[in-house]
Nanobody, 122 residues
Framework: QVQLVESGGGLVQAGGSLRLSCAAS????????MGWFRQAPGKEREFVAL????????SYAGSVKGRFTISRDNAKNTVYLQMNSLKPEDTAVYYC???????????????WGQGTQVTVSS
């Protein structure tokens, strides 16, 4: 069992930066691939980024590649999402999730956080 708690969301102007954190409980955190997903108002939840258990594999959605960076600290049971050059279209609730499989498919993620709101003003 893994419990996930996101933090770091907020309101930022376009072009600004935010860093999201996701703290995980459980001793098996380091064995999970961690992903970030987001859901904008009126839209389906979509993949943003993932990082493998060791950190040697990362993957990004095309819309955030070059602007967002995912990282993890297994000693702190925490995964991060550094978001730079934010755009109004990045406005969404951001969720972290854990999977035994390195994949961007949401159905493969067994554990989810409650989400944190990111709002980017123009």
């Amino acid at each position: 069992q893994v419990q996930l708690v996101e933090s770091g969301g907020g309101l930022v102007q376009a072009g600004g930066s935010l860093r999201l954190s996701c703290a995980a409980s459980g001793r098996t955190f380091s064995s999970y691939t961690m992903g970030w997903f987001r859901q904008a108002p009126g839209k389906e939840r979509e993949f943003v980024a993932l990082i493998s258990w060791s950190g040697d594999i990362t993957s990004y959605a095309g819309s955030v590649k070059g602007r967002f960076t995912i990282s993890r600290d297994n000693a702190k049971n925490t995964v991060y999402l550094q978001m730079n050059s934010l755009k109004p279209e990045d406005t969404a609730v951001y969720y972290c999730a854990a999977s035994r499989v390195t994949t961007n498919k949401q159905y493969e993620y067994n554990y989810w956080g409650q989400g944190t709101q990111v709002t980017v003003s123009s």
